[in-house]
């Protein structure tokens, strides 16, 4: 059973979507065993407790510099020492030398078809914000490995979705929350959990 820790810092949504596919073993051989959040407000905190699920805060402002930040996140994870770690809207930064130790286990979830609307300054409802400005017909979302440069790790999953004329950012946002991210995040983790993912040059490929 692969060992997993969700990091997060808000609603939480992806998370709970996480336990359930592990309770309805759509993730066939993973459990999730921690979850961190950045923020102590955060009402995946709440989803958690309620699942019995060994739960830390490492927030920014407890700490003086990122550094010290970066290195308490670090001795969390090392002391867990989880498979697979998951970014499901943890909107902290994550360190080279958390990157370094947990290569190829680091997957985030992105709410674009990265390349599009990625990189700094591109998370929350700026992102469908964007899109919409920009005038695109489809949009979606992407699960990738993380890796030193930001949302420009290995792709592993991408889906997409029709964009309506009457459609807002926030019901941009709900629809590929619901039709997309529900999806293919939990497809993601189980491919991982049974070791199917394959990176060859920077391209995944899943075994079947
Ligand atoms: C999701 O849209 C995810 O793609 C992004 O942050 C959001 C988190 O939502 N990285 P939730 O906290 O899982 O509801």
Redesign the pocket.
């Known amino acids: 059973m692969k060992k997993i820790a969700v990091l997060?810092s808000?609603?939480?949504?992806?998370?709970q979507n996480l336990i359930d596919a592990c309770k309805n073993k759509t993730i066939k051989n993973g459990k999730i065993i921690l979850v961190i959040s950045s923020n102590e407000k955060a009402f995946?905190l709440s989803r958690a407790k309620k699942e019995n699920i060994k739960t830390v805060v490492v927030s920014r402002s407890q700490f003086n510099c990122a550094n010290d930040f970066d290195e308490a996140l670090f001795n969390v994870l090392i002391q867990y020492s989880p498979d697979l770690i998951v970014l499901?809207?943890f909107t902290q930064l994550i360190s080279k030398k958390i990157i370094n130790s947990f290569k190829n286990k680091i997957i985030?979830?992105?709410?674009s078809l990265i390349p599009s609307f990625c990189g700094k300054g591109c998370?929350?409802i700026n992102v469908h914000k964007m899109a919409l400005k920009r005038g695109v017909k489809v949009s979606g979302?992407t699960v990738h490995f993380v890796n030193e440069n930001f949302d420009e790790g290995p792709i592993i999953a991408q889906k997409a979705i029709e964009i309506e004329p009457d459609d807002t950012p926030s019901s941009l946002?709900q629809k590929?929350?619901q039709n997309v991210?529900y999806n293919i995040l939990p497809k993601v983790v189980n491919w991982f959990c049974l070791n199917r993912i394959k990176i060859k040059e920077n391209i995944v490929s899943i075994e079947v």
């Open positions: 997060v808000g609603n939480g949504s992806n998370l995946a499901a809207g985030n979830i992105h709410p998370f929350g979302a946002q590929i929350l991210e």
